[in-house]
């Protein structure tokens, strides 16, 4: 039963009754409405519980600024948390329910802090579980239950979300009078517009509005200006769109909501747009937040902001209490007494804190009989789960009475919504005649117009918008011709009352009391954080003066709503516990979102395997065929072993290297980023950047390089190959390519632009294929290959170009696994084939490809690094014994830096090889190393740190676990026992041996 | 987003640049004969100004080229954008 629908009027259509639940309830509204409106047409006063003190709270606004109506839509997959009751559309089927209150709203457990609240106040959680530190983690598991808004759901969301990028001359934010007037003019002017609304219907104030405009009421000028709108080829109309940030150069992002029931109903359907939209001028017409005001028990279900009431009545036609109290120190809040009168609501009185009382409108009221008290002020609220009386007195407190009501609605003046122009990099000033915030001259080209410019009436706001759509246009580019223009063109709309006698607002931060603040029942200044008066005067006593400070101790402004209602009465408060003028007070820092966005929508299509793009080797149908197991590295794929007969990854790995080390195994490396270097200055550029003697490389020959930083820090390495005296070729690691290239090519730009030398990236044009393995030269030949491959023809270290089984190929004699070993680089579209080929001949020697995981430990038998998991940074060529590439002839980028103190310290981390005690543990890669005998750890808190585990593997050839690590003077301090220790806590001996733990000798890679 | 006018391309947005750091830091000549705390100037300091900032910038998914800017730090605006002219580490002057 919506006991509390009017019987006439709103904007809902009462053909199309919604039903919904709210906390379990089944109830009913129209369509139309929000859940705010079908809640109070329901007569639903609780709507959640306060943050701190759980006290019952009730719907105070209609509109983004809403802070105790927080709800959790639906549930499983598709439940959204802290959503706004007052901008949620009401739908069939509609389930929410409060995030605030256990075991229910009506009856909470937390509400005992209400009582309790004197040792809840500001900085409560910072004084009271600091020490003892070690319980802090047994208290952060209460504190976090109790703090958040809501649930996140733990399911993948079905629905779609999309992002849409746009363009266009002239954004208009907000589509209440001021914004429709400018669009209008702006698209009558040929500016492609775009007008976006964060309600599902435009118009703003005035669809709860009886003024009239050009001779319509507000209402029907709204519709004649959206058809306008509609028609127009170069507007694109945004109902239902959030304009959540201002970025820089004129950059928007616009959240959609395009269908507003969640679940996927129809596949494909797109449940919200996020638009990213670039505008040549911008015209902000966002509004202006009616600010509650500060008395006793202000936080009360029942207590409203009196234009929210007016919404209500006017818009949704519902009547939001029955026998109601207006409490103003303006003139705003008059016609929400009329509406109500209208509405058949019993007003009581209107309660206006200035002597003089209202201007014009006070006619009105007389009119109606409606009781006007000025001078007055409303002291104090009673009833807890609605209000059922205020109580009400002189400025100065005497002729103290009670009124009966059950409804109270307040205006203490009204906020500009200057969220977007500061966002935008706009200052704002305090104005002292409005008491407010206005923006300041704006820093991009914006303009703020009506309300959220400190412009309250109708009259000013559509003139403003008019000129300001105008100004936009034109500075956009070139418009309609003038004669043409002045056709099409036409003036200001106009309404038939401008308003013009209203009396001053004036200013009621606090409504005064017999005793102290402290000593009177609670008066909330932030609704959602629970932040009351005492708790800002007990910051400023403390000594938190800076609103930012007071911001961070009292969370005033904290909450999801941004104190979009509390923050002006918050910082006017402070001032007067200062004694400063508000405009001394300043603000704080405006960011967006201005709503909360999803995640949905901020990640768009980018989930799954759209997430970020995947790269693939030419050979990877084939790996895929073969049911290898894939490891990302960088965007790329790479197997990372072969698995046959249900192997698990050790025996797989175990079996790969044996092959590998006894016959012959075989890898995809074309991943490896190759840059090809060549000009005249070719070789000049390469002793830069590289630490090796790079004019001393013969052609034909290839070295092992690696490059540094500035800061003598290892960067890549890779092997270069001199394929003329003024070409080289040279690789890099996976993840490495990109950034190398960029690197060589930053030095080559800025620092020596007059070296004649291209780089080009070939990581793509060329696979790589190892072949490792005593059998390794027999498989190649077996191919049909027109290089003499004996060991006397074809050393190691070199290359030859030649052809393979009929194509072009360069044959690299290198080797990463300390075997006898050849990469055969080859164009990419001979790859697959070439692969296969090598596959076949390869049989009688049972060839058997291996991943990233086999080569990982091949190389670690041989004590060879990988740059980026033996290295992180911070790691010189001397900490790897590395000092042989270091060339003396010459500069290199980084060379000073090994110079440094701090380079040549004798404790630096240096690298060395491992060997568990106990002969078959594998140390955990990151374990730490520990200077220590097991169970005797010297009780040092920290335990120092000697160093870590970088490598650590079971070796198949070896029968026993390997490891590779970087300890403090390691060099030093072979033969030493050392405990690591894993996350598990448990320590293991090892000892510090050479990290060259297999064919020290290296004859293996001669092996014919 | 920033919109950053490419000397060789003209207006992208940011998402295609790179930022390279204050521009115009040349690399010693003769890195040898400095002192560890003159190396370390021109390794580590940078002015970080409150204003007009002259940086290095790259136009790394594009044409790949470095250019200079000239970007105040407080605003984020752009007042120039130049080819790098020869010499040391984009300074163009």
Known sequence: MQNSRLPSGGRIDRKRPLNFRFNGHRLQGYAGDTLASALIANDVAVVGRGFKYHRPRGIIGSGAEEPNAIIQLGRGATAEPALRATQVELYEGLEASSVKGWPGVKFDLGAINDWAGAALAAGFYYKTFMRPAKLWKFYEHFIRRSAGLGTAPSLPDPDTYSHRNAHCDVMVVGAGPAGLAAAVTAARDGARVIIADEQSEFGGSLLASRESIDGLAAPDWVALQCRTLTNSKNVTLLPGSSVFGYYDYNFLGILQQCAIEPGAQNPGRIRQRLWRVRAKQVVLAQGAFERPLVFCNNDRPGIMLASAVSTYVNRYAVRPGRRAVVFTNNDSAYQASLDLHRAGVNVRCVVDSRPGGAGQIAESLREAAIPVHCGSIITNAYGRK???????????????????????????????????????????????????????????????????????????????????????????????????????????????????????????????????????????????????????????????????????????????????????????????????????????????????????????????????PVRKTAIHRWHEDQKAHFEPVGQWLRPSHYPVNGEDLQSAVQRECIATRNSVGIMDASTLGKIDVRGPDACKFLEWIYTHNVSKLPVGRCAYGIMLGEDGMIKDDGVMSRLGEQHFYVTTTTGGAAGVLAWMEKWLQTEWPQLRVHLTSMTEHYSTIAVAGPNSGRVIEKLGCDVDMSREAFPFMTFRSGNLAGVPVTLSRVSFSGELAFEINIDSRHALDTWLKLMEAGREFGITPYGTETMHVLRAEKGYVIVGQDTDGSVTPVDLRMNWLLSKDKDFLGKRSLARSDCKRSDRKQFVGLKAIDGKTVVAEGAQLVTGQPGRIPARIPIPIAGHVSSSYYSAVLQKPIALGLIRAGHTRVGETVLAIGSNGVEVPVEIVSPVFYDPKGERQNVQ | MLIIDCPYCGERDETEFSYGGEAGIARPQHPESLTDAEWADYLFMRSNPRGPHRELWNHAQGCRRWFVAVRDTVTYRFSETAALQAGASGDAE
């Open chain 1, 386 to 612: 609605r209000i059922s009386a205020v109580e009400v007195a002189r400025l100065d407190l005497s002729q103290r009475e009670t009124l009966e009501c059950d409804l109270l609605a307040m205006s203490g003046g009204w906020s500009p919504a200057v969220h977007l122009h500061s966002q935008a990099g706009g200052s704002i000033h305090w104005d002292d005649d409005r008491h407010c915030f206005v923006p300041a001259p704006s820093v991009q080209p914006n303009r703020s117009v009506g309300a959220c410019n400190g412009t309250w009436t109708l009259a000013t706001c559509l003139l403003e918008g008019h000129e300001a759509g105008l100004a936009a246009a034109r500075n956009s580019g070139q418009r309609l011709p003038r004669d043409q223009f002045e056709r099409t063109v036409s003036a200001a709309p106009k309404p038939a009352n401008d308003a013009a006698n209203e009396h001053a607002t004036t200013p009621l931060w606090r409504v005064p009391g017999a005793r102290d603040p402290e000593r009177l029942p609670k008066q909330f200044v932030d609704y959602q954080n629970d932040t009351t008066v005492s708790d800002i005067r007990l910051a400023a006593r403390e000594g938190y003066t800076s609103i930012e400070h007071l911001k961070r101790y009292t969370a005033l402004g904290f909450g999801t709503d941004q104190g979009k209602l509390g923050n002006i009465n918050g910082m006017a408060i402070l001032a007067e516990c200062l004694g400063k003028p508000v405009s001394a007070i300043g603000t704080t820092t405006f960011r967006p979102p201005y709503t909360p966005v999803s995640f949905g929508a901020c990640a768009g299509e980018s989930i799954g395997s759209l997430y970020d």
